[in-house]
Antibody, heavy 118, light 110 residues
Framework: EVQLVESGGGLVQPGGSLRLSCAAS????????MNWVRQAPGKGLEWLSY????????YYAVSVKGRLTISRDNARNSLYLQMNSLRDEDTAVYYC???????????WGQGALVTVSS | QSALTQPASVSGSPGQSITISCTGT?????????VSWYQQYPGKAPKLMIY???NRPSGVPDRFSGSKSGNTASLTISGLQAEDEACYYC??????????FGGGTKLTVL
């Protein structure tokens, strides 16, 4: 069974940093591209970033480029999102999502809540 | 990259059919058959319902169907059921190799 489990969320002050992790199991992690998607309270889904299976291709949404860094460790079956210079508007549930074959998200984690507040 | 445009809400009675539109541009929806649709219940993670415009993953009822014409994709749900009440999001691949979501449509089953 495919499982994606996010961790690392929590309360952080504006201007602070946070690193989210996504632990994958039930599939050959290195064979799949991965994405981060977020959802602010009461709002819609926002795609943030993509990383290919071998980590060589990375893309970001314009809105977060320069502040977020996606990475992966295939030996640990883990995906990461380093978030810097956090703002109030970064408050959201952050999901990791697997991408299969073509650009769609076939499996999602349960989400990690990040709250940016002083 | 601007979000794809979806109606904020749609509604229908049990047994009826509804269609949710998703309008993009020639840089995303219009250029690729990489439109997907997701169902989300409150407090839950999204679930893939349609991929590559019109394909259904295993386990998704055939009441759900997708199509595309030009820059607009559509999700149709026929034979509406109470359990279909949820928020639906479209997504597309873009020429910038990024992905983009629609703003979401709240479906109410009357």
């Amino acid at each position: 069974e495919v499982q994606l489990v996010e961790s690392g969320g929590g309360l952080v002050q504006p201007g602070g940093s946070l690193r989210l992790s996504c632990a994958a199991s039930g599939f050959i992690f290195s064979s799949y591209s991965m994405n981060w998607v977020r959802q602010a309270p009461g709002k819609g889904l926002e795609w943030l970033s993509y990383i290919s299976g071998d980590g060589t291709n990375i893309y970001y949404a314009v809105s977060v480029k320069g502040r977020l860094t996606i990475s992966r460790d295939n030996a640990r079956n883990s995906l990461y999102l380093q978030m810097n210079s956090l703002r109030d508007e970064d408050t959201a549930v952050y999901y990791c999502a697997r991408e299969w074959a073509s650009p769609f998200f076939d499996s999602w984690g349960q989400g990690a809540l990040v709250t940016v507040s002083s | 990259q601007s979000a794809l445009t979806q109606p904020a809400s749609v509604s229908g009675s049990p047994g009826q059919s509804i269609t949710i539109s998703c309008t993009g541009t020639s840089s995303d929806v219009g250029s690729y058959n990489f439109v997907s649709w997701y169902q989300q219940y409150p407090g839950k993670a999204p679930k893939l319902m349609i991929y590559e415009v019109s394909n259904r993953p295993s386990g998704v009822p055939d009441r759900f169907s997708g199509s595309k014409s030009g820059n607009t994709a559509s999700l149709t749900i026929s034979g509406l059921q109470a359990e279909d009440e949820a928020c639906y999001y479209c997504s597309s691949y873009t020429r910038s190799r990024t992905r983009v979501f629609g703003g979401g449509t709240k479906l109410t089953v009357l």
